[in-house]
């Protein structure tokens, strides 16, 4: 099988070819760089030049113990990205964000188009950050799974674990309980019993639902319990364990096959600092 990615020259692609290596050689795959030429005229300049990027980008990069191919074609991007990505590829990397010449983070039309109209497994990783280091992984540096109350925790569980198997660190599953679900509980509790809740038991319950998760897939896992504004909660567990993954999925499929992010997947593409691995909605 092989680890597509999808690269251009733009700041930050580094981090793409960087997760991309890791990736390859935790799985022991091949690590395909695909860089698109759009423009008609002037084709073979923009080939040759498109083959010298990738060259140097290849040379920039610590590839002695991964395999790494380079490929160029001519088209549409997301139509041709398209067209390579097959029951072979494991794994599709793109660049999720980077920054306006006026600081906004913004995702980019074609990256927008691949999450939503490609169909397979995927990785964004921010190229507005040099935060997150990859390599030398260990226990302290676990995937993070991030999990509701749906069937859907189970994929996102259990793709984790291959994830993290693979990455040879320890799989985290977290469950957030929002501040609304929170008031909800606590007035509930008040009416029964005329007590309140304390947070640390609250964690407990939301821990609860990680667990249940884990015991659905039936892997080895740390359950984790958080309370208030997921995407929040989430990021600050995750530079508080020192994460290197995030692994969430799309809500659901619209009415023409389209996927659909939920808030929080979406936040965690738009701000996260960690790669965002997307488990395909079946």
Do not use: W
């Not at 005229?41 to 010298?52: F, L, P, Q």
């Not at 660190?169 to 304390?198: C, M, P, W």
């Not at 659905?216 to 995407?231: F, I, M």
């Amino acid at each position: 099988m092989v680890i597509l990615a999808a690269v251009k020259s733009q700041s930050g692609i580094e981090n793409v070819v960087s997760v991309g290596l890791e990736l390859a050689e935790a799985f022991n795959e091949e690590l395909k760089l695909t860089h698109i030429v759009e423009q008609e005229e002037g084709r073979d300049d923009a080939i040759k030049s498109a083959n010298s990027f990738l060259d140097d980008l290849c040379l920039g990069e610590q590839t002695e113990s991964a395999r790494i191919s380079t490929e160029v074609r001519v088209g549409d991007p997301v139509k041709e990205i398209e067209k390579v990505v097959d029951a072979d590829t494991r794994l599709l990397l793109i660049g999720s964000r980077h920054r306006s010449a006026v600081g906004k983070v913004v995702v980019g039309s074609v990256a927008r188009s691949i999450l939503f109209n490609i169909e397979c497994q995927k990785v964004t990783i921010p190229l507005d950050t040099d935060r997150f280091h990859l390599g030398n992984n260990g226990p302290s540096k676990p995937v993070l799974a991030c999990v509701d109350r749906s069937q859907r925790s189970r994929e996102v569980v259990r793709e984790g674990a291959i994830l993290a198997d693979a990455l040879g660190v320890d799989l985290h599953v977290a469950h957030v309980l929002s501040k609304g679900e929170f008031v909800d509980l606590e007035r509930e509790s008040y009416e029964n019993t005329g007590q309140t809740i304390e947070l640390d038991d609250m964690k407990r319950v939301a821990a609860t639902f990680a667990s249940e998760a884990i015991e659905d897939v039936g892997v080895e896992a740390q359950p984790v319990g958080l309370v208030g504004d997921p995407a929040h909660e989430l990021k600050s567990y995750a530079d508080e364990s020192g994460a290197s993954y995030f692994v969430v999925t799309s809500r659901r499929r619209s009415s023409v096959g389209k996927a659909i992010f939920g808030s929080v997947a979406q936040s965690l593409i738009l701000s996260a600092e960690l790669p965002v691995f997307l488990v395909k909605d079946e």
